[in-house]
């Protein structure tokens, strides 16, 4: 799940769809990867500048969306070259232009690989090398990059969420979420918004949780979080 400040976009590997809904979960559209509705996964979306990013594993690609006029919109699709054909998530670092992408499991000291965002072409000078996290990351999912130079992570083993310097890799901190009450629960994505709440209370911090129940139908939950100086990110 992402937003763009106005709408949130959420992507659905099930159906390989994308869906626009407003605050009150009503929806404004929804739009079909077309060339993946016979395979592929599709991952977490992430929104910048005008445009949709959405990594796609097998073949390891990344699908572009313009927002405007969803979902009659411009698509594209470009391929990502990876050590394998794994790519759980993507987003575009404001500081650089730059689109990042990595693997679901990235070990302390890995990468976050950046790509030229129109071309997908790689720009290994521009990679993030991750610092040491005061817990161990596993099955990263989603990420997403802040006006201020963070980069979020979500994890899903544990559910934990990260958060590092943009320019150095540094882990500020990490804290794990819990199962919010169900054996079945995995944090998907992160992204990030002012958002207020009825009787004034703001939330800045996004997390969405697929709940995947074993004999019925999967729920999906957006956790919101509050922050003490919002400003910081």
Sequence with gaps: ????????????????????????ANQFGRLVVPQYARGGHVGPASYYDGWLYVAIEGPTSVFKISTANFPS???QSHP????DD??????????????YAAQIDIPQGSML??????????????????????????SIQGGEFTARG??????????AVFVFSARTGFCFGAKKLGNFGSTGSEVESVTVRDWVFNGGLEATVHILELDNDLLSKDDAYLHSYS???????
Excluded at 227 to 233: I, T
Aim: with cysteine; net charge neutral.
């Design 227 to 233: 922050m003490p100086r919002p400003e910081l990110l």
């Design 73 to 75: 919109c411009q698509t």
């Design 150 to 159: 963070r980069v979020m992570l979500v994890s899903s083993e544990p559910n």
């Design 80 to 83: 990502v070259t990876m050590a």
């Design 113 to 138: 690989f950046a790509y030229d965002r129109d071309t997908l072409e790689r720009r290994p000078e521009d990679d993030i090398r991750l610092g040491h996290t005061p817990i161990a990351m596993q």
């Design 86 to 99: 794994h790519l759980a998530w993507c987003a575009v670092n404001p500081l650089n232009g730059r689109l």
């Design 1 to 24: 799940m992402t937003t763009d400040r106005a709408f949130w976009y959420i992507s659905s590997n099930g159906d390989k769809t994308i869906r626009k809904v407003d605050d009150r």
